[in-house]
């Protein structure tokens, strides 16, 4: 009897021990120090790391990214953007025309752990440390750096005097701890693409100009002290003796720190009815500029509302629209954007994907660098159903241009899948298209196989269950199968891992005793349920569910109409076929997936009579 009931509580454990997530990540909190020089573009810095390993593993280094290095003559980013095929026409050569007083530089001068100085190893755009003391798991230890940079020349993202005439966009300008997590260090070198950080706690002070104004990241802490459109009404502005301010930033819960200044920046305010500000900062300009960006202001309000009915809850108390002078990129609780666009709509649709990021890489954490399409084709998906709402009388399908991207990808010889990552993308064609516009195509036709309200459900649970963590495919996966109860390997292992496309057709209709037979064909290698709509010449309509065997699962009716749930199509088989109840007369049309939400790249097949169809 005893060693039965050890059995049944070591069984007891066992199922409390597999039922548990295995997931970590570590912390970190940073107090920075820096006072910048507007003369000679260089500041001064001294940082405070706190760094907590929440991992089960001992560490022995550490890492950090020292981003400014990049914009150096021979650098990775310099060579590997003059051997591309079509360059990044923002960095193309420029970089390797940059003289000493131009190019990008950060010098660590010290990095103690504790009291003790430790030995550092400068290569590109990484340094790595060599502790004195080890952090063992579920420990925390303390670093101090001590260090100088030279803000570059804007070439790409970070920089000074850029083309619209910003002063400075600073922008990974500080030494940034590498993130380890569940596959180890990520020390990928800054070669173009985009980033992945620790999550944690910024506490930040900045000595500047008095004569300029900062927007970016974090709530500032002194708004009494600084002025510049941040102080409370209704509260007396103090008045500091001094040639620099000191400005207090403090962010919980992100992962980057960025911010930008300028002594004509127009700063304006507006407030969400959830008691989120929008900070809008731009520069003074012409009469077209100030009203695009008093039209913006309006616009995002709208935007913020309807991506946190649809997307998730905004997590924080401020975000600022901070012309920036290069494209656009997020970061936490901001985006640097270009200010001088040439029409409301134009400008509104850059802020709105921005802003997205802060759902999808901001709050939701996933690695840019391994993940390009988590993070910019959601984002993709998400400002097309946004633009649809601020911009009804748009009319066409808020995903058509999207798809549109994905064909021209699909049809080039040199596509890539993918789960490339993005540095090694062959072309920039490649990655673009792939990220943005194969990616926002994975979750609408997700749409297409789970049903959209499925969909809706899915992205909201998975924006709640991680948020403030670094999800991988598997993770969105996993929640994308438990609230569709559909299996979805299948379609992650296809989409994500192959450059297959999805081709079905309807290859005969054929009358036989009184009835029509209709015979299918996959062509492409990637299967698919199918949806079939009959229209008859009676006016009556009629729609036909075939599901794919291995999703073990039917989506549900999504239509008005009377639907027939056929058995299931295993996918190995190239040919399918069904009967209709009806004479092959009877029929006006045949069509498969009506809705275009399937990316089939040759829609030409999909009807009969068969007809021809041209997307433009």
Known sequence: MKRLSFIFILMFFAEIGFSQSDYWQQKIKYEMNIDVDVEDYTYRGETKITYYNNSPDTLRKVYFHLYFNAFQPGSQMDVRQQNLPDPDRRIGDRISKLDSTDIGYQKVWSVKQGKVDLHIDVEGTLMEVVLNKEILPGRNTVFYINNEAQIPVQIRRSGRNNSEGIKLSMTQWYPKMAEYDREGWHLDEYISREFYGVYGTFDVTIAIDRAYTIGGTGVLQNPQEIGHGYQRKGKKLKVVNSNKLIWHFKANNVHDFAWAADKDYQHDVRELNNNTDLHFFYKKGDDKRTKNWKELQDKMLEAFSFMNDNFGIYPYSQFSFVQGGDGGMEYPMSTLM???????????????????????????????????????????????????????????????????????????????????????????????????????????????????????????????????????????KRVAEKVSGMQLQWYFDKWINTNQGVDYAIKEVISEEGKTNVVLTKIGGIPMPLDITIVFNNGDIKTYYIPLRMMRGVKTNETKYPREVLKSWPWVYPEYSFQIDAEKYSIKYIGIDVSERMADVDKSNNFYPKKEFIFN
Do not use: C
């Open 338 to 476: 270009l200010g001088n666009g040439s029409s409301v709509e134009g400008i509104v649709g850059l802020a709105v994907h921005e802003s997205l990021h802060s759902w999808y890489q901001g709050v939701l954490g996933t690695n840019e660098q391994k993940y390009p399409w988590m993070d910019e084709g959601f984002a993709t998906w998400a400002e097309n159903l946004t633009m649809a709402y601020l911009y009804p009388e748009d009319g066409e399908n808020p995903h058509k241009s999207t798809y549109l991207g994905y064909y021209r990808l699909y049809q080039s010889s040199t596509s890539e899948a993918l789960s490339t990552k993005a540095d090694f993308f062959d072309k920039n064609f490649d990655y673009s298209l792939s990220s943005y516009s194969k990616g926002a195509v994975f979750i609408a036709q997700l749409g297409y196989i789970i049903g959209q309200e499925k969909l809706r459900i899915t992205m909201l649970r998975y924006f709640d269950q991680w948020k403030f963590k670094h999800p991988a495919p598997n993770d969105f």
